[in-house]
């Protein structure tokens, strides 16, 4: 299976080294527009093979899309990262031609890839790039659910000091600052509702904390996070190539799912071999749908900005 990375900067050349060494895909290729730098960072994966354990090809080019030719998945995260003080929608101006003209390029040679959505505003670059492309739904996924999710899962693990991989959770909603949605209610410690565990003060605090967790990184490292970034986009690859069927909350077109339409947002979807496989359409209490359609509004305002690139 050959998986194509488009932006062979900190999230996609992390990406391609989880997907690497995790064995997920059989080949990957690294695409940037910098001369050189995708060359470098998938000959530098291909070095840690036999110290790592792995056989996949990893290969870059420099704007070259015939090398992508026959992608299964395309990853695209070019584009610029925020710094620290700046939101993710301000990102909209310099990322939306270049999200539009990656994809229409990567979709010319490999026609019938799914496309994972990686650069910010990453709601609205999804949207733009299911318009732009014309693709159907299914094919065309936004991360940042993953995630948003592995941050909560995170923090709340940390506050109640048991495994993270004990802990079971999601984020829905937009992926911005104020639009992402974790849901407390619904988490759980080994099927046990946290909130037999944490007070509603301190519940409130996770979700706090999870919802800025972007933003927490970006002031710590002066740009935008890779790891968790990166190993998530993996996460998801993995699901689609594998066909795992693994409920992740994904940015996905809704036609009247959460009581949204024309839009794409995080939902909690079914992701395998076909993309999203289904829109898993939980139902949510007053507190979380209003929350829900306040998130879709802001988003839905972010999208009106894209007139101009989608005309
Ligand atoms: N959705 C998420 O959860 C999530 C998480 C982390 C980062 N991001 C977003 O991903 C994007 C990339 O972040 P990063 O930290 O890797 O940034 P980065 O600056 O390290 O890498 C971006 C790369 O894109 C390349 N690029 C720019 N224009 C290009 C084009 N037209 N064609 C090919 N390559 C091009 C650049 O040369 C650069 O190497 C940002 O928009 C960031 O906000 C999203
Ligand atoms: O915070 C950012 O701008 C990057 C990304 O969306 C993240 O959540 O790490």
């Given at each position: ?31 940037d ?18 110290t ?8 870059g ?25 700046m ?6 101006g310099?990322n939306?031609?270049?999200v ?28 733009l ?25 995170t923090y ?15 984020v829905i ?32 605090k ?5 919802m800025?967790?972007?933003?927490t ?47 794409c947002?995080?939902?909690?979807c ?23 359609a306040?998130s ?16």
């Amino acid at each position: 299976m050959k998986v194509t990375i488009v932006g062979a900067g900190n999230v996609g050349a992390t990406c391609a080294d989880a997907i690497a060494y995790r064995r997920i895909a059989s080949e990957i290729v690294l695409l940037d527009i910098r001369e050189g730098f995708a060359e470098g960072k998938a000959l530098d994966i291909m070095q840690t093979q036999t110290t790592l354990g792995f056989n996949t090809k990893v290969s870059g080019s420099t704007n070259d899309y015939s090398k992508t030719a026959g992608s299964d998945v395309v990853v695209i995260t070019s584009g610029i990262p925020r710094k620290p003080g700046m939101t993710r929608e301000e990102l909209i101006g310099i990322n939306a031609g270049i999200v539009k003209s990656v994809a229409e390029s990567l979709l010319q040679h490999s026609p019938n890839a799914i496309v994972v959505v990686v650069s910010n505003p990453m709601d609205t670059m999804t949207y733009l790039t299911l318009k732009a492309t014309g693709l159907p739904k299914n094919r065309v996924i936004g991360m940042g659910g993953a995630l948003d999710s592995s941050r909560f899962k995170t923090y709340l693990s940390q506050a109640l000091d048991k495994p993270a991989n004990d802990i079971h959770g999601m984020v829905i909603g937009g992926h911005g600052d104020t639009t992402m949605i974790p849901l407390t209610r619904l988490a759980a410690y080994n099927g046990v509702p946290v909130s037999e565990f944490l007070s509603a003060e301190k519940l409130d605090k996770v979700a706090a904390d999870t919802m800025v967790g972007g933003a927490t990184l970006t002031a710590l490292l002066g740009t935008s996070a890779w790891y968790a970034p990166g190993a998530s986009v993996a996460y998801l690859v993995d699901s689609i190539l594998n066909d795992q069927k693994k409920m992740i909350p994904c940015s996905v077109f809704l036609e009247g799912e959460y009581g949204q339409s024309d839009i794409c947002i995080g939902v909690p979807c079914i992701i395998g071999k076909n993309g999203i496989e289904k829109i898993v359409d939980i139902d949510l209490n007053a507190d979380e749908k209003a929350k829900f359609a306040k998130s879709a509004d802001a988003v839905r305002a972010m999208n009106a900005d894209l007139k101009s690139v989608l005309a």
